[in-house]
């Protein structure tokens, strides 16, 4: 092989898919993938990856526990003689107890995993931070009113 040849010739499947952002959802999304940021300078706010960090898995993780408490904290004190004021809230509780938990767990998940893709974006780490918040406060409001209905 002639050593000039060697040096310009390569071998391509299609178009050179590093041209294009990494899109919201891929193949790659859920299995595992290579992108753990941007590829080129400037690339870490408003892109997307598809691998990420187990921290941020965590903290995701941590955010569903608490939804969860949430519901199962709800449905403790309802039990002792407290009123749900959310009227979409106690839709869900009139439906049964596990229809509540689980729907509202869907629905937790549904949204954490959007900030899961989205976590290069201000918007949702705002989000983030926020809900993190709330569900923070809300945990320490159940406590209260939990200790309060003893």
Known sequence: MNPETKSTEHF????DRRKRPTPMLSR????????????????????????YSTKLV??????FLLTVIDSVSTLVYLGKGGQELNPIAQWMIDQGSTFFVVVKGVLSGVCLLFVMLHKNFKPARTALAIGFSFYFLLGAYHLVLQIRAL
């Not at 859920?30 to 990856?49: H, I, P, Q």
């Open 12 to 15: 391509t499947r299609g178009p």
């Open 28 to 51: 790659y999304t859920f299995t595992g993938g290579r992108r753990r940021s941007g590829r080129r300078e400037g690339e870490k706010e408003n892109a997307y990856v598809d691998v």
């Open 58 to 63: 965590g903290l995701l993780l941590v955010f």
